[in-house]
């Protein structure tokens, strides 16, 4: 039974596990020499834990256990981005809401760094660590709609394809991101950003309630009615609160087929474009998402793409969308009716898992002939990188800035410049052009997403803006040791 707990991931993963591949035996006896395992503290301190300590909580999970040595080990530990290769102590893959707490108390009393792993997308690797609790959160993924009420229970480790496929199954929405495999939880705990937000808002715009166990390892409601300062922080502050283990959203009734697609356009019109996109931009209703992205085609070299989503009446998606349609020559993409669904995973291949990444990003509030140029001037060298806007904007900014952590509300228009590759040796010279090519736009920024960019404590202090303080007091009432600190970290003062 307790070498059943601790195997069951990896027979489901369809791994052959040895006997020997476990620590434990089919009687409970120690298969290693060692009875402690080392491990790291939050502080960065060594530390040995009692295996026996270790053997008694993988005993008690609903969930399974993973330590290294395990064969499912080397599955269960991985992240998205293939430049993130770490190795934590333990790996908690939790059943239960009870398994989160059960964790996060068993680190909390031993002060174990800890990460935790939703859909496991943050680009600069904050669901893992090495030498500390990785608490998984993939096996939790249900997803529960209520259609009368019109909302989602989402469990915290579900991917965001779990999402939309619930709810559009039956003609409803929620702002989702724009590839299915990312994790509800890191997304939504620090904005939540998609094709609807011009039209529905945030997803922490659409986050009506959720559950968190906090570093105590108690399990609290966080809604406007109960504990408001957690669910008034974890609407854009990101996992420093606790482990969210449900999600409950508000959907709204959708059109699964949207009017949309993709424009491409030669590079040498991208300076006209955005000009023409700055003007047009103020002219579009909540319904319209427009995207601009410079892309390298192998035949064509860089591109400029467009894509366009008109999630609302089609016909009123092609008036709306005519100056666009009329702008410069095409070289080629059309518009039409288009599955959202479709729309929501056409990505998903191009990001799969394990690829190698790297990406800056930054907020532009709008869009001004020194930032135009410095995003056309500077597309230039041996290797480009994949740039892309994110439109916001509309519901989104009609959200007062400190009705919830997330402060940048004014921003219309979210950067990122990213690549991708496959050989480990090309990574210097990668990083190094997203690199040349951010610090150029940099100064045009204003603040970026704590989804994606990573950077100083101090930054990240700045970016909360305002509500910095707001967010300590909540950080010292629900974590004062700084057990969640794998995130964009609140420093608690206590
Ligand atoms: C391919 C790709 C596409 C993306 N597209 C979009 C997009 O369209 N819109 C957008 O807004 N963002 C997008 N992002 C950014 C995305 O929002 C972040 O990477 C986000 O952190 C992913 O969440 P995750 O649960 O998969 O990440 P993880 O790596 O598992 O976690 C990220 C952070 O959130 C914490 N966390 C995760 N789940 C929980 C939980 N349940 N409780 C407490 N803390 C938790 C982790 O500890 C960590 O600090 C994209 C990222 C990628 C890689």
Redesign the pocket.
């Known amino acids: 039974m307790h070498r059943r707990k601790f195997c069951k991931t990896a027979l489901a993963a369809g791994l052959t596990v040895a006997l020997t591949g476990c620590d434990i035996s089919p009687s409970g006896t120690k298969n290693q020499a060692s009875s402690t395992i080392n491990a790291i503290t939050g502080a960065g301190n060594e530390v040995s834990i009692e295996r026996a300590a270790v053997t008694e909580l993988a005993e008690s999970l609903q969930g399974s256990m993973h330590l290294p040595g395990d064969e499912a080990y080397d599955v269960v530990r991985k ?3 293939g430049m993130i290769d770490k190795h934590p102590a333990m790996v908690v893959q939790c059943g239960s809401v009870n398994d989160v707490s059960l964790a996060v108390q068993f680190a909390g009393q031993r002060n174990l760094l800890v ?9 600069p ?4 660590c090495d030498g500390g609790m990785m608490i998984d ?1 993939s096996q939790m993924h249900g997803v529960d709609v209520d259609v009368d009420a019109k909302t989602a229970r989402v469990a ?2 579900a ?1 965001l394809g779990h999402l939309d496929g619930a709810a559009l199954a039956h003609n409803l929405v929620t702002t ?4 299915s ?7 939504t ?6 094709r609807t937000d011009r039209l529905h808002g ?2 922490i715009d659409n986050l009506l309630a959720a559950t ?1 166990v906090t570093a105590t390892g108690e399990v609290l409601r966080a809604s406007d009615a109960e504990n408001a300062d957690l669910f008034w922080a974890i609407r854009g502050g ?2 420093n609160f ?4 449900e ?1 409950v959203y508000r959907l709204h009734p959708f059109n699964p087929s949207v009017y949309g697609g993709n424009l491409f356009y030669s590079f040498d019109q991208a300076r006209d474009f955005l000009h023409f996109y700055a003007e047009f931009n103020e002219t579009l209703p909540d319904e319209a998402s427009v995207e601009p992205q410079f892309v390298f085609d192998d035949s064509r070299g860089p591109v400029l793409m467009v894509e366009v989503c008109y999630a609302g009446d089609h016909a009123a998606g092609e008036q709306v969308m005519a100056p666009l349609v009329a702008f410069g020559k095409r070289l080629s993409g059309e518009l039409g009716a288009v599955s959202y669904q479709q729309m929501q995973t056409s ?1 998903d291949a191009m ?1 799969a898992h394990g690829g190698l ?1 790297y990406l800056k990003s930054g907020f532009f509030i709008e869009l001004t002939e020194a930032s135009i140029d410095a995003m056309v001037g500077n597309f230039e060298g041996d290797h480009l990188p994949f740039t892309w806007f ?1 439109h916001l904007g509309g519901a989104s900014a009609r959200v007062a800035p400190d009705a919830t952590a997330y402060p940048h509300r004014n921003v219309r228009f ?1 950067y990122g410049i990213m690549d991708a590759w496959g050989d480990p040796a090309e990574s210097d010279m990668r990083i190094a052009a997203v690199r040349r090519y951010y610090k150029a736009l940099e100064p045009h920024m204003k603040g970026f ?1 704590t ?2 960019n990573d950077d100083t404590e101090k930054k990240t202090r700045g970016n909360f803006g305002e509500n910095y303080p707001r967010l300590v007091e909540v950080k010292n009432r629900y974590d004062p040791t700084n057990l ?1 600190r ?3 970290n609140v420093q608690p003062t206590v």
């Open positions: 992240v998205w981005n990460a935790v792993k939703g859909g496991g997308h943050s680009f690797g904050k669901s893992t959160l915290g480790g991917l989702a991101g724009i590839v495999h990312t994790g509800v939880g890191g997304f705990l620090g904005g939540g950003m998609g945030l997803a968190v990101g996992g606790g482990v969210v283990t999600f990505v990001l990444y994110q979210n997403y989804n994606l969640f794998l995130n964009a």
